[in-house]
């Protein structure tokens, strides 16, 4: 043997389509693929983009320079205005998940 086997990483599975990665890039994925998007807790008017955090959301309306440049166009100078806070949100949680 050659090559020096490296630790193997904890793997989970997604419950709900058996996609196994670890788990912070699990959690992202469920949030992606199965939470649907009136449930994101938070969500862009101006895009598709959503997320789980308020301060999240804020950073991408604030930074994403198309949404800054169309604000701007509007004359809108709280860029607040477009971000959408679910009624019904969805939280992925390590339920979504289990350890391999
Ligand atoms: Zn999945
Ligand atoms: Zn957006």
Excluded: W
């Amino acid at each position: 043997m050659e090559s020096v086997k490296k630790p193997r990483r904890v793997q989970y599975r997604c419950k709900r389509c058996q996609k196994t990665d670890r788990k912070g890039r699990l959690m992202a994925h469920i949030f992606k693929h199965h939470v649907p998007f009136d449930q994101a807790p938070f969500s862009c008017s101006l895009c598709s983009f959503r997320c789980q955090t308020q301060q999240h959301l804020i950073d991408h309306i604030t930074k994403y320079a198309p949404h800054v440049k169309e604000a701007k166009a509007r004359g809108v100078t709280d860029l607040r205005r477009y971000l959408i806070r679910s009624e019904n949100p969805y939280t992925v949680s390590e339920a979504d998940i289990e350890r391999l």
